[in-house]
């Protein structure tokens, strides 16, 4: 009885350690970076294999936070953000397995993102008009302003994250400002009422210029922490966690609108057929 109690108490110890070391992760340094590289050269890896990990170590080390740490979760959300940059999932598998080889060497495997994306086009949820006002409802009464914000901005401007950073106390108030994604230009408009509830934030948050999603330091908001607080919001809303992120909102942004032109054009289709129906009344071959 006493063995199975020890037994029982050794595996409760040996998680607890395991929960508190995937809280606390690891904190990338170039070090590390630097002794795993010279590490493959030793076994005889190819040059060009050696360059594209380095490339994918660096990508990784720039996207995370000024503290460095990837934590459970931190890969994942980083995954998404190079999806929605415009990587293949062929490439992204490629990236992140280099990633978490690295993260094997350093001996941190709790934190490694471990599965793959399906080599084919990966379908992407549709987020639901009514999923989305479940998430403003679920901000509101956790009084949860800023994810609030986060999730209308993108639902009603269509601006990807890494654009974020253009959503100022300037840019709003002019209501239409140009940005740049993949060598694409184009404009972003901000709805009235969004505009309204920007600024009324930025006010009381002591936002006079600049960017307006800024941390308490008041650091521009990390992308890892925009898609930490939107997941948050999903599960507190009890929308499908697949869909709690900017990707699925810019989505219903695209829907939205398509919806829009859609109806439009059959309006301006419905009021040209009456205009012929009128002249063909007045000057038609058999009147």
């Known amino acids: 009885m ?38 493959l050269e030793a076994r005889g890896r190819a040059s060009e294999t050696a360059e594209r990990y380095r490339t994918a170590l660096e990508r990784l080390y720039q996207a995370l936070p000024e503290d460095k740490r990837i934590r459970e979760g931190t ?21 992140c397995a280099a990633c978490d080889n690295f993260l094997d060497f350093v001996g941190h495997r709790e934190v490694q993102l471990g599965d793959r994306l399906s080599s084919g086009d990966r379908p992407q949820p549709e987020l639901t008009r009514s999923e989305y006002l479940r ?44 940005v740049t994604h993949q060598g694409v230009r184009r404009m972003v408009r901000v709805p009235g009422c969004l505009k309204e509830e920007l600024l009324d934030y930025a006010k009381r948050q002591g936002v006079t210029e600049g960017p307006i999603f800024v941390g308490r330091t008041g650091h521009l908001l990390h992308r890892s922490r ?17 869909k709690g992120n900017p990707r699925c909102l810019q989505k219903l942004y695209r829907n939205t609108l398509a919806a829009v032109e ?11 057929d009456r205009q012929l129906e009128q002249e063909q009344l007045t000057a038609g071959w058999e009147v």
């Open 262 to 272: 859609a109806n439009m054009a059959l309006l301006i289709e419905q009021a040209m």
């Open 75 to 95: 890969l994942a959300q980083w995954r998404e953000e190079l999806l929605e940059s415009g990587y293949s999932p062929a490439s992204v598998n490629v990236i």
């Open 226 to 242: 925009v898609a930490v607080l939107i997941s948050q919001l999903s599960r507190e809303a009890q929308v499908p966690e697949e």
């Open 135 to 178: 998430l403003l409802q679920t901000a509101k009464n956790l009084g949860d302003e800023r994810s609030y914000l986060l999730v209308k901005v993108f639902a009603t401007t269509g601006i990807f994250v890494q654009e974020l950073p253009e959503v100022t106390v300037e840019n709003v108030k002019a209501e239409r400002f140009p």
């Open 2 to 39: 006493d063995a199975r109690i020890r037994e029982r108490s050794g595996e409760t110890r040996s998680r607890v350690r395991r929960a508190e070391r995937q809280d606390r992760g690891y904190q990338m340094s170039r070090e590390d970076m630097a002794r795993f590289l010279t590490e």
